[in-house]
């Protein structure tokens, strides 16, 4: 299955996708309804389904228009129930969509940025591949608690489901926020060399132009996958958190910085 990635141009610097596989594609997150419909026409194959991770409007605003193009279904998870208008079908924790080409999706509830939170895990003979993260995820961050979310079970999600992801899994967030990222990491761990690395490969892009990072990478040099390390707890004045204490921490300074 092959993803397709494309910028929003919006203020709030969304990604929306087309997933390929061999006759189908997957809409997820359209943001801009006529231009995913008029990818998928360059690509020349149907779409199956609109998937929205939650339910945020910026997640769901292209659903409409895209319907109105070509009266596909709209899938969201069961706890977003209600809350996003004409969904028809609701998908369940660890439910596989299998794909015409023989991939899988797999779906894992991931609340936490809200309580109705999907992530799209793309699957190959029992080998992880690619993470469509929304809002849970993002490259060298995570997402806020501040619309219907709660930074404890955001915790748990990341604990129990993002930490163990094998390191070659490519990421593939809801928005484009890896420069603030990456400065922000920089700000709690200023020797980190891979974010300098990866700020200076990323600095000089212009809207439109990224990259993507791995689970792998992320490890690296997402403050968020690095709740042991001494130096971002002395920038956080305690060097006695424990991991879940360090994560918290770091959401609620995120959130003012
Ligand atoms: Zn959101």
Known sequence: MKVHQFFSFSSLRNFEYLLEDESELYAVDPFNGDKIFAEAKKIGKPIKAIINTHEHFDHYCGNEALVKACACEVWAHEKARGKIPGVGR????????????????????????????????LQNEGKDLALISGDTLFNAGVGNCHNGGNPEVLYETFRDQIFPLQDDVVLYPGHDYMKNNLLFTLNLEPSNKKAKAQLERIKDFKDGEFITSTIGQEREFNTFFRLDVEEIKSSLGDNTLCE??????????????
């Open 90 to 121: 609701y998908l369940k924790d660890n439910e596989i969509l299998k794909t015409i080409d023989g991939t899988y999706v797999k779906v894992l509830y991931t609340p936490g940025h809200t309580m109705g939170h999907l992530c799209l895990l």
């Open 244 to 257: 879940k204490n360090v994560f918290l921490k770091l959401r609620e300074k995120r959130n003012h910085w």
